[in-house]
Nanobody
């Protein structure tokens, strides 16, 4: 089994900052990619940022220049630094990981989600 544990969500005023963290644990041989998606009420889940091995990071156009994704592979952890937050960033943020299990098979996993509310 593989688990993703998110933390760092909360309530912040427009223009503020938050840092999300997600730790992967379980029977993981290696991590292929980790990142973040979000889902606002009444909308589909959308990519925010994903950092894969050996390739450049992908960001949604709406967060470029404001959000920064980083990985600590030794800790199997991904971070999302969110600056200059806007009300439209309000959503449940889901951690995503594509990992190679100890069986050498690749699987994708999702966290439970952490709520981010940007409001004055």
């Amino acid at each position: 089994q593989v688990q993703l544990m998110e933390s760092g969500g909360g309530l912040v005023q427009p223009g503020g900052s938050l840092r999300l963290s997600c730790v992967a644990s379980g029977s993981i041989f290696s991590v292929n990619a980790m990142g973040w998606y979000r889902q606002a009420p009444g909308t589909e889940r959308e990519l925010v940022a994903v950092k894969a091995n050996g390739v450049s990071t992908n960001y949604a156009d709406s967060v470029k220049g404001r959000f920064t994704i980083s990985r600590d592979d030794a800790k199997k952890t991904v971070y999302l630094q969110m600056n200059s937050l806007k009300t439209e960033d309000t959503a449940v943020y889901y951690c995503y990981a594509n990992v190679r299990r100890v069986t050498m098979a690749n699987f994708a996993y999702w966290g439970q989600g952490t709520r981010v509310t940007v409001s004055s």
